[in-house]
């Protein structure tokens, strides 16, 4: 029993610093996206309907067993660089580790698989009775992690497509502008939306769009065969140009513009950012000054004792909430390659790092571009504030977030009409005259 005791606390204890150079890595922060899965909706004519699915538990949205193999494989290459380095135990521990997953059955089974990786596959160290029960039946080795997770709708940190109606109107608002509606009425995408809306049964236009580019991609991969058959009029040729339409409405929707698109008093783009991600980075950015103010904090603040602890916290989500993210720090069109959304299994990070030689926090930020490059690498140069360094000055993170904290609280701001707002030329007039009846009525 003591020996049991004595191998149990050396095994937590071997968790130490990992430097380079001057700079000791802090925190880890993660956002991955799920793995590979079956379509989340599709068109009315599709020959490959709900029922059609039946990996995962079957139905739309699920996560197959190519996803469920590609985190796994992910989180191997995660205990590689953060647990066989020394930063986080061999063994896993509560004290250490948080995944938040959005409410998808994809996305939390995703990160069971790549927790899964991570620290229950061929790993000597697991106790049986201590880290799994060592009973007949229950697979060696596995060491079942916590998920937490709160409900999609009201997922403002995870899910960019919470419910919204600002960021509804706002959207609304951008495709009335004179740059969409050029979009929207170029030839190209004209031709486009009518041949998908005469052959998928239902009218496709740049909003439901992605239904179609989606379900088609993974029918590809899963049924390519019988897909072709099938629909005679898909080609690979006809896929390929609403995948460039529907990368660039993607753009869009996350505020990025050719040019600084300003309607009704607001940055329609800054204000797309705002809601899509701006609360995925303030809560990052308050994690990172969190850590720092509580390492100077006393050893009894109950506020830092979780705090202090705490050196991986992962995301687990979607391909909106990467890219949601990238938009608001510059380099989203630079970092996911050739274009569109990151792919399955993508995964970005952001680690804290102390230089003790100035006694300063910085931050470098790393991805993960798919399951076939089996690298993570820094991407940190691209940011335009950091100078093309792989470490950069905390405050730069924090302007970021700055620049992109919502207004409000997300329940309260998500409910204020931007048609509405307050320094429009049409408010102020109505205000004014509204100030002119009182002052009549007065009199």
């Known amino acids: 029993m003591l020996l049991g005791l004595y191998v149990t606390v050396f095994l937590f204890q071997i968790a130490e610093s990992v430097r380079d150079g001057a ?5 880890v922060q993660g956002i991955w996206r799920h793995g590979d899965r079956s379509p989340t909706k599709t068109f009315p004519t599709d020959p490959f309907q709900d029922g059609n699915w039946t990996f995962g538990g079957g139905g739309f949205g699920q996560l197959s067993p190519i996803g469920m193999k590609q985190h796994m494989n992910l989180g191997k290459l995660l205990r590689s660089t953060y647990v066989d380095s020394g930063f986080l135990a061999q063994r896993y521990s509560s004290k250490e580790i948080y995944i938040r997953s959005t409410d998808k059955n994809r996305t939390i089974i995703s990160a069971m698989s790549n927790l899964l990786g991570m620290y229950s596959t061929n790993n000597a160290a697991n106790i049986p009775g201590v880290d799994y029960p060592d009973e007949p039946g229950w697979p060696t080795g596995y060491v079942p992690v916590a998920i937490h997770t709160v409900d999609d709708d009201t997922d403002y940190i995870g899910n960019p497509d919470a419910v919204c109606p600002r960021q509804d109107k706002l959207w609304a608002m951008a495709k009335s502008s004179p ?24 009218k496709v236009d740049i909003d439901n769009l992605w239904v179609v580019q989606d379900a088609l991609m993974i029918e590809q991969l899963h049924a390519n065969s019988t897909l072709r058959q099938v629909n005679k009029w898909f080609t690979d040729d006809l896929y390929n140009q609403m995948t460039v ?41 308050m994690h990172m000054n969190l850590k720092i103010a509580c390492m100077s904090a006393k050893a009894d603040d109950p506020k830092c004792k979780w705090v202090n602890g705490n050196k991986y916290y992962i995301y687990s989500a979607h391909d909106t909430t990467i890219y949601a993210f990238f938009s608001i720090l510059g380099i989203a069109e630079k970092v996911v390659k050739p274009r569109g959304y990151p792919l399955y299994s993508a995964a970005t990070f952001v680690e804290l790092w102390l230089n003790h030689t100035d006694n300063k926090p910085y931050f470098k930020l790393n991805y993960h ?19 093309g360094k792989t470490y950069c000055s905390l405050d730069a993170f924090a302007k970021f977030a700055s620049m992109a ?33 009182y002052a009549l009525l007065r009199n």
């Open 23 to 27: 700079m000791e890595l802090i925190l």
């Open 179 to 202: 740059e969409l509606q050029a979009f929207q009425n170029r030839t190209d995408v004209v031709a486009m939306l009518n041949q998908l809306s005469k052959n998928c049964g239902e």
């Open 245 to 285: 339409i529907n990368d660039q409405v993607e753009l869009y929707q996350n505020g990025i513009f050719n040019s600084t698109l300003m309607m009704n008093g607001l940055n329609i783009g800054l204000e797309l950012q705002k809601l899509r991600g701006g609360s995925m980075i303030n809560d990052i950015n």
């Open 369 to 387: 571009a798919n399951d076939v490059n089996v690298t993570i690498y820094p991407i940190t140069t691209q940011l335009a504030d950091c100078n």
């Open 405 to 437: 904290k919502p207004d409000q609280p997300m329940d309260q701001w998500c409910n204020v009409d931007p048609t509405l707002n307050a320094g429009s030329t049409w408010t102020v007039f109505i205000t004014a005259i509204i100030a002119i009846s």
